[in-house]
């Protein structure tokens, strides 16, 4: 596995896809994985904006369709957790944390983006024990009991609207006093009895670390400054995501929100190393403009390994 | 899907299966994702820590009283038992190095 043509990391849509054109492409891509393999797709129930599936298709399944049909044409998946990447020498390094080494003509990055965290310490702590950035996963343990749901985009409000077929109350905390959601999103959910919403708030703690478990939340309310205590069970975090680059600080250009920045379909500014995927896209964010641009990753992949010309339209021109 | 080196946890043969030796508890549903994810890690740990330590898996959704008692509010959750005793909790995904190593600890 030392010398490859092609190493993909990631292996959400963007990372599958880009593995499947590239194996189509026969440049025998070796995929590496981490501990959130399959992305944030992992993580949902029903996706139904997934084009070719009328009836809808549930994210693990789908996830776990891609895998296969990447590995028929001879993508070779290897789970890793990567310590090091080296992009200043050619062939670029991959170091895992068992020590091996792995070195590579061309690198797509998709590794994707994370849930982010309140960062106030007590939701941490907390993690597993009511506090959670995955409501599908641990909605059902939470029947009959109030929580709270942080955020006040799509994602919040979908699972807020989930998290009622378990809860008794669900109550929204938002920091501003109007919605980032889509007006579809946004009806829904003030049609739902079951979700009461706390405006121009932040969640100030999550108690009570001391128990271990949550017993309740102390809300901020960002223009008078007050204070209050809500007692519930759970708290679900739905603030968005941070892209997981941390491997690439200081050899890849980043913007200020840590992506990865690209230009000219998916090259970065080092040649030879792609990204695709949420890594590198904060606008859109769909399982399907993930694979399309892990598709433009590879075909770019496969054109810097072949030494043809980056652009097609160049490419006429030399032909012509 | 689980290999025979997995054992199955229930309501009923959790106090019984758990109280002597080393016993690690994989917390899963159907309905997890990251929880098929973490599968194939528990077979293997199944596998390699056979005849020395227990390794199985627990249905959330077939066995509430459990998680309930053990104040389980997220999936995947590992538990590892000595002798009857929690010794160890682990929240979410993890890598089978580290649960090894846990595993290892305990049984020294």
Redesign the interface.
């Known amino acids: 596995m030392a010398d490859q043509e092609v190493v993909i990391i990631g292996s959400g849509p963007a990372g599958l896809t880009a593995a499947l054109y590239a194996a189509r492409a026969n440049l025998k891509p070796l995929l590496i994985e981490g501990l959130d393999a399959g992305g944030q797709l992992m993580l949902t129930t029903m996706v139904d904006n997934w084009p070719g599936f009328r009836d809808g298709i549930m994210g693990p399944d789908l996830m776990a369709e891609m895998r296969a049909q990447a590995e028929r044409f001879g993508t070779e998946v290897l789970a890793g957790n990567i310590t090091k990447v080296d992009l200043a020498q050619r062939p670029f390094t991959i170091e895992l944390r068992d020590g091996t080494r792995i070195t590579t003509k061309a690198l797509v990055i998709a590794t994707g983006a994370s849930a982010r965290w309140l960062e106030i310490g007590s939701d941490r702590k907390l993690s597993g024990h009511g506090v959670s950035t995955c409501a599908t996963c641990d909605g059902y343990f939470f029947k009959g009991k109030p929580i709270a749901v942080v955020g006040g985009g799509d994602s919040a409000l979908e699972e807020a609207n989930y998290l009622t077929k378990f809860a008794s109350k669900v109550t929204l905390v938002h920091r501003r006093d109007t919605l980032r959601a889509s007006k579809i999103m946004q009806d829904k959910t003030f049609a739902n009895a079951k979700i009461e919403f706390i405006w121009d708030s932040e969640i100030a703690e999550v108690k009570d670390v001391e128990k271990g478990e949550v017993t309740g939340i102390v809300v901020r309310n960002l223009k008078t400054g007050d204070l209050r205590d809500l007692s519930l069970d759970g708290v679900f975090i739905a603030i968005g995501h941070t892209p997981n680059t941390s491997l690439f600080e200081g050899q890849l250009n980043l913007d200020s929100n840590g992506y990865i920045v690209t230009t000219d379909g998916t090259r970065t500014n080092v040649p030879g190393v792609f990204a695709a995927g949420d890594v590198q896209d904060h606008v859109y964010r769909q399982a399907v403009t993930a694979a399309g641009s892990g598709c433009m990753a590879a075909i770019d992949a496969e054109r810097y390994v072949e030494g043809l010309p980056q652009d097609l339209n160049e490419a006429a021109h030399t032909v012509a | 899907m689980a290999s025979d080196k997995v054992q199955t946890f229930t309501d009923g043969n959790f106090d019984q299966d758990t109280k002597s030796g080393v016993v690690l508890v994989d917390f899963w549903?159907e309905?997890?994702?990251?929880?098929?994810?973490l599968a194939p890690t528990v077979e293997a740990l199944a596998g390699e820590f056979d005849g020395r330590a227990t390794v199985g898996k627990l249905n959330?959704?077939e066995n509430p009283t459990v998680?309930s008692r053990f104040?389980?509010?997220?999936?995947p959750?590992l538990l590892l038992f000595k002798n009857g005793e929690l010794a160890e909790?682990l929240?979410?995904?993890?890598?089978k190095?580290d649960i090894a190593r846990l595993i290892e600890k305990h049984l020294a």
């Open positions: 549903a309905w997890c994702g990251p929880c098929r994810r959330v959704d998680p104040m389980i509010r997220g999936i959750t909790t929240v979410g995904l993890a890598e190095e």
